[in-house]
């Protein structure tokens, strides 16, 4: 067999975490769109069983979806706040608030899931913008 050059290696080492990079970005996205919160819970088990022990491109995918699963909760949490704050939900400014959320956040953080995933599955590294983690292993 002959020896493989410099690149081809990275990318055979970096598709060695592949099926769990897609699973992460997976259940990030079910964890917006169809399984809040039983989504979260298999997607931390994942991080915390495997991120310290998989391959480089796994725990990038790892913890990108882990930082903005946590930061959609926290932004959903705020958006709650706010609507309590502005007079409830009993209150006209709720709509408002519920689908500019809706439209906005929720919908970014859908579409960068989707751009993970495609990441994933394609055996490349993604890092959110502004929310992501730094995954070192990947600059260069």
Known sequence: MPPLDAEQDN???????????????????ANLLVLPGIAFVILMFLFLRRAQTTSPLARCHLRQTVSASIWAGIMLLLVNGLIIVLGGYESS???????????????????????????????????????????PEFDK
């Open 93 to 135: 400014t709720t709509w408002i608030i519920v689908i500019l959320y809706f439209t906005t956040v929720h919908a970014s953080l859908v579409l960068l899931g989707t751009v993970g995933l495609a990441k994933a599955m394609a055996g490349r590294p993604f890092v959110f913008p502004l929310i992501g983690r730094p995954c």
């Open 11 to 29: 990318l055979q080492h970096e598709a060695a975490g592949q099926p769990l990079a897609t699973a992460a970005e997976a259940l990030y996205l």
